[in-house]
């Protein structure tokens, strides 16, 4: 696969290594690779995302050159041809990216001239990380969990007048639960534009996560109406097998 140019490398002052592909045999919610920094090797989950985020370029060089990523790319690529076929102005697109984590869809997304972006991440790392990396590009980043109505995410996020909502590769895996995703489509207006990326499983008749449920009943009350949906390789597992995902392209049309 070829790497997404959109996505740069950052920092090097580390050594990745991935388990032989013969004995990578854990399921994709418990691969780990090894990284050294300073002489000293850790173990890291793919999920442990605020050690991730915390040595630049490590995401970058793990999930996009090694496995070959491709979800930000095939999102932009959904959003891209929607727009043109509306004709409408990308800059009067104001994204609220969930699960943002360092920001490399954001900063997909800004290769098609959007401007505005609005990140929501649970973890602090994940918001340090977006600014050390790629500074100024979003105009707000909320670190919050959004189901905490403490946590003031709604009311930061209703002032920004949002009109989509992005959430790729963050769905499921014990990241976002459909609650908050559910949450996440409250705070953008109606109609806003919806995309987001899922395990292919997840949105089938036996999935047992709650999204399949959820994105029925939304579109059986007419509050979200899928205008695209792609099949697409997200990426290469540590085993080098190709893991699938669902890109979707939505619209909100009513109050959720
Ligand atoms: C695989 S990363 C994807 C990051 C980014 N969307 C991308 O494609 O590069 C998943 C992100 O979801 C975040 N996440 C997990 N649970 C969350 C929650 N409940 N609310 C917001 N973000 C969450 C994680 O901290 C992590 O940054």
Redesign the pocket.
Known sequence: MTPDPAVRSIGTDFVLRLPDEASATASQDEEWCEVEVDGKTRRLRFHD?SEIYSIPGLYERLIYERLGCQ??RVIAGLIRQELASREADPADVRVLD????NG??AEELAELEIEHFVG????PE?AQAAERDRPGLYAEYVVA??LDPASGAAERLQRQRLNALTC???LGFG??PPD?FCEALRQVETPALVAYTIKDAFLGEKDESGFSDLVDRLERDGSLVTLQKERYQHRLSWAGEPLHYVAVLAEKRADV
């Open positions: 995302y979800s930000p969930l699960g943002a984590g490399i869809v929501v991440d649970i973890i994940a969990d959004m790729v590769a963050a990241d976002i908050v």
